[in-house]
T-cell receptor
């Protein structure tokens, strides 16, 4: 299983763009990258997923360089409600793939 | 469209007792995974059920067991509870074992406290 490394914590202010980088040096050809957000006492919530280059949805963008050894989650103009723990995971694209393994995540604190 | 629902939301048990947690997956999903999350830690994978069978298992003792029913709902059973079993237990559902384009959908968990 590809292991991921993320910063333990990050601080930001409302209205700023936040970029959280995840390292996954041993990512396999068949692995994809997924980011989840978790608020206290709630289950993780899917944010975005990608395999290569750039993926964008209504809440975030995911940048994946050509070597795929890292990925960056970009949150545009964060608000106080974006204060949460963010997890980067890698998983097998195969239908019979391995279960997703969570690390400790990055705790993002947004201040006014 | 109901998401993943878990019951109960909170539970207090005594050491040595047994507990059963329940999970109903998101409509259309056929796979259920269970995770244990201790305070301040990321979710730890317990096991995954697909087609009513345990397909994968994390590093948890045999005291942790589960079941998946024909309607895809699932139960997590923990026997001989230890103080260290106190945690948030999360159920996640997916289609086809959580492959690409079928991310995990989590419930809000069951908070288990063992005294």
């Amino acid at each position: 299983l590809a292991k991921t490394t993320q910063p333990i914590s990050m601080d930001s202010y409302e209205g700023q763009e936040v970029n959280i980088t995840c390292s996954h040096n041993n990512i396999a050809t068949n692995d994809y990258i997924t980011w989840y957000q978790q608020f206290p006492s709630q289950g993780p919530r899917f944010i975005i997923q990608g395999y290569k280059t750039k993926v964008t949805n209504e809440v975030a963008s995911l940048f994946i360089p050509a070597d795929r050894k890292s990925s960056t989650l970009s949150l545009p103009r964060v608000s106080l409600s974006d204060t949460a723990v963010y997890y980067c995971l890698v998983g097998d694209m195969d239908q019979a793939g391995t279960a997703l393994i969570f690390g400790k995540g990055t705790t993002l604190s947004v201040s006014s | 469209d109901a998401g993943v629902t878990q019951s109960p939301t909170h539970l207090i048990k005594t050491r040595g007792q047994q507990v059963t947690l329940r999970c109903s997956p998101k409509s259309g999903h056929d796979t259920v995974s269970w995770y244990q999350q201790a305070l301040g830690q990321g979710p730890q994978f317990i096991f995954q059920y697909y087609e009513e069978e345990e397909r994968q298992r994390g590093n948890f003792p045999d005291r942790f067991s589960g079941h998946q029913f024909p309607n895809y709902s699932s139960e997590l059973n923990v026997n001989a509870l230890l103080l260290g079993d106190s945690a948030l237990y999360l159920c996640a559902s997916s289609l086809g074992r959580g492959s690409y384009n079928s991310p995990l959908h989590f419930g809000n968990g069951t908070r288990l406290t063992v005294t």
